[in-house]
């Protein structure tokens, strides 16, 4: 007989986008000319053309692999060297970050990592959690049984939720119990918010007192835009001890098609055994890589090279400023019908209250049927989101321009 991780039977429904493009298709079936009116700011995936710096450079490298000359089988798991060693020069030292271009590890995706490296932690670890949140963190910790049962909120037993409220600025404050693994996201998915040194600091402290390690989500730090927002925890003095970064090219270079992502794992970084003995992180999950993963495919990774390149910078650039085009009309248009909105500025997400008792399933449901819409509820990133929406800046300037009007002209 076989036997089911029943882990798995605790889940909340569909993955919070499945759901949303459930019942997108259920609506346009059933109404082809909302369906041709759609516009869709649901899913954060990008819209852009692929840079041009990458598809040549993609494009050459296949041309590599067509010659047997220049042909290459597996790479090495953690990521080619010329890669690792672009992003330590180009990404981290200009940040003043002491990063090793072998403490940098290729992959797929962030969503991906952040899912996998809980095969390195135990069991024993006391989760930390914002809420709200992007829910792989929630969802992955409960498939490998970290959790207990959701309530009628979708909170899980086990995990302490850490509030992110506008009250707060959406950082939340240092819990009060002991936890050990701590999740955080800035700039933030889902609140477009960004924390500041200070705040940065205060976690990097009580991680280092706690002996805890901070899983840092960075993937949308191309959009910080105002001066003086940290770009990595590893600006942190001492977060080398107690952090791992996630990064990816997904919203930054528009790979989401492509895929590509970094994760940085500090030699420096200690957990323990049960015994109490600290070993180093870092081995662990180099060899998680090599046993499970086979690396990223050599054109793709050629094609992030190319993103440093003076070319790729610029067309990087470029789309940064034209998705946050897109983000400033629509937290103008939200503004302009006097709803509350957060985000937005320094990422590529605007956070929107919903008017005074409306449940964000019912924002969606208005949005889809009044404006063909299609945003993200709240409360699918957490029982906080209830009561707040989503809207994704990733999109054309034309469609963009229409949903602004569209939310303008909608009942208020
Ligand atoms: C989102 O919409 O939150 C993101 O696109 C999801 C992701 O990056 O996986």
Redesign the pocket.
Known sequence: MAYLNENYFKLKAGY??PEIARRVATFTSDNKEAAARLIRC????VTEALPAAARTAMKAAVDELGDRTTFRGYGPEQGYSFLREALANEVYAPLGCDIAHDEIFISD???CDTGNILDIFGPKNRIAITDPV?P?YVDTNVMCGHTGEADDTGSYGGLVYLPCLPSNGFVPALPLEKVDLIYLCYPN??TGATATYEQLSAWVHFARENQAIILFDA?YEAYITEPGVPRSIFEIEGARDCAIEFR?F??HGGF?GVRCAYTVVPKDLMASSADGKRHRVHPLWSRRQSTKFNGVSYPVQRAAQALFSPEGKKEVADLITHYLGNATLLREACLAVDLQVFGGVNAP?IWVKCPDGVKSWDMFDRFLHEANVVI?PGAGFGAAGEGYF?I?A?NSRANAEETARRIRSMKW
């Not at 649901?42 to 995936?45: R, S």
């Open positions: 919070l986008f649901g899913i954060g995936d995706g962030s969503k992007y792989v998915n889902p993937a990816s997904s919203k989401t997400y993200t989503r994704s990733f």
